[in-house]
T-cell receptor, first 109, second 111 residues
Framework: QQPVQSPQAVILREGEDAVINCSSSKALYSVHWYRQKHGEAPVFLMILLKGGEQKGHEKISASFNEKKQQSSLYLTASQLSYSGTYFCGPFSGTYKYIFGTGTRLKVLA | DGGITQSPKYLFRKEGQNVTLSCEQNLNHDAMYWYRQDPGQGLRLIYYSQIVNDFQKGDIAEGYSVSREKKESFPLTVTSAQKNPTAFYLC??????????FGDGTRLSIL
């Protein structure tokens, strides 16, 4: 079953914050986050490991709650360059890799 | 530089025709994947392979076929049975548990 992301879409002004959630029905070992710009391939942002470890990229951070099988991506003081579609990639221990449903983020000047 | 090469970048298919999308990686990754992306939509898994000469169906395998004769190569054939092939096709590779590395994609359209 495909991991569910929320919200499906969000529009921000530059400097505003956003949170993107990813929820899986399976037990997870880790979660990967990606950003895809229009017309391009997804780009890996960060990996979240068991233990709730947070990793940062630019002003983007994330958390992972393995008990709830959920991860959240935090975008702080958003920039125009943050626009794109964000996907989570929960890793449940198998080679079958299913991306989350995706969240479209638009940052306006 | 290591990476994934997909070709062609754009491909047009005539009705009733099979077409093959190429994917080559020099990252020495065991696993390779094919995803389909429709406009404004997410990434759906077509096929994946965790080792040479073995592959498994993903969520939308109907109308597609693959082969994995070499570790570096994982071509995807879109058969005439796939009635709505217009999409952006992405090939990826990875090591188990690690993030996916993507090629630049192939845009397939129907003539």
């Amino acid at each position: 079953q495909q991991p569910v992301q929320s919200p499906q879409a969000v529009i921000l002004r530059e400097g505003e914050d956003a949170v993107i959630n990813c929820s899986s029905s399976k037990a997870l070992y880790s979660v990967h986050w990606y950003r895809q710009k229009h017309g391009e391939a997804p780009v890996f942002l960060m990996i979240l490991l068991k233990g709730g470890e947070q990793k940062g990229h630019e002003k983007i951070s994330a958390s992972f709650n393995e008990k709830k099988q959920q991860s959240s991506l935090y975008l702080t003081a958003s920039q125009l360059s943050y626009s794109g579609t964000y996907f989570c990639g929960p890793f449940s221990g198998t080679y079958k890799y299913i991306f989350g449903t995706g969240t479209r983020l638009k940052v306006l000047a | 530089d290591g990476g994934i090469t997909q070709s062609p970048k754009y491909l047009f298919r005539k009705e009733g025709q099979n077409v093959t999308l190429s994917c080559e990686q020099n990252l020495n990754h065991d696993a390779m994947y094919w995803y389909r992306q429709d406009p404004g939509q997410g990434l759906r898994l077509i096929y994946y392979s965790q080792i040479v000469n073995d592959f498994q169906k993903g969520d939308i395998a109907e109308g597609y076929s693959v082969s994995r004769e070499k570790k570096e190569s994982f071509p995807l054939t879109v058969t005439s049975a796939q009635k709505n092939p217009t999409a952006f096709y992405l090939c990826a590779s990875s090591i188990l548990g690690q993030p996916q590395h993507f090629g630049d994609g192939t845009r397939l359209s129907i003539l």
